[in-house]
């Protein structure tokens, strides 16, 4: 009889102990989930303005730095974005793409390493539909003023013009350049393979073809004579 108040007490103090273990796992996940992107690397490559693939929602014409352009399907693969804006000014076919003179003086929209997003089917009013943009630009900036790396400017609730009901603005650290440009190097955050959330199981991909052994025979060994600032020659999806 004596025996049982102690043993009662060593169980609650190893449920306490299990408790505690479980709520700590919660809360590095909890963490990691809202927290950002965890791993960047600097993409040295030559850019290269592309159009929105067809995969990604966007509005009729959009276009981006290709550099950005895995990020933003990493992106949308996990939350219903629709691309207000990407690439905005002079295109080298003399065109325009993009909102014209809408974006401040040094946008990063002018160097295609921005966009501007809403929820699909999502009004200006900030209702349940704009949720997920939220969570979006909380794991982008967990605090107001410190974006996490790789985003060097996130626009929402607290920015002028932004926000809930109106759009969350997204954009990639970058080498200083001139406006219409494109940066010698953009940061990005490593993106793994596509888990979606409802399964938790990986999504079926097609196996890429292996890569020739020897380079094709011939003048067009592979060498790109689009130049920066170029339009690709084809979506880029
Ligand atoms: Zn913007």
Redesign the pocket.
């Known amino acids: 009889m004596s025996e049982q108040p102690t043993d009662l007490r060593q169980r609650v103090e190893r449920v306490g102990l299990v408790l505690a273990l479980v709520c700590t796992a919660l809360l590095c996940w909890a963490a990691t989930a809202t927290a950002g992107p965890t791993v960047t690397r600097t993409v040295y490559q030559p850019g290269e303005l592309i159009p929105i693939p067809a995969s990604i929602p966007h509005e009729e014409g959009d276009m981006i730095d290709r550099r950005i352009l895995p990020n933003l399907r990493w992106i949308a693969e996990r939350y219903p974005i629709y691309v207000t804006?990407g690439y905005s000014g002079p295109l080298p076919d003399g065109s325009h793409a993009g909102c014209d003179n809408c974006?401040t003086r040094g946008?990063d929209?002018h160097n295609g390493l921005?966009?501007?997003i809403a929820p699909v089917g999502g009004g200006t009013k900030c209702d349940a539909s704009w949720a997920a943009i939220t969570r979006l630009a909380l794991w982008a900036e967990p605090v107001q003023g410190e974006p996490a790396p790789p985003f060097r400017w996130v626009?929402y609730d607290g920015d002028a013009g932004h926000g809930c009901g109106h759009?969350l603005?997204l954009?990639w650290n970058h080498a200083v350049v001139p406006e219409f440009e494109l940066a010698e190097w953009v940061e990005v955050f490593a993106v793994g393979p596509v888990v979606p959330p409802q399964t938790g199981g990986e999504k079926p991909r097609r196996k890429k073809r292996a890569a020739p052994k020897a380079p094709p025979p011939g003048p067009s060994g592979g060498i790109s004579t689009v130049r920066s600032g170029g339009l690709a020659p084809r979506g880029g999806d």
Do not use: I
């Open positions: 804006d974006h946008s929209h921005a966009v501007d626009g759009h603005h954009s």
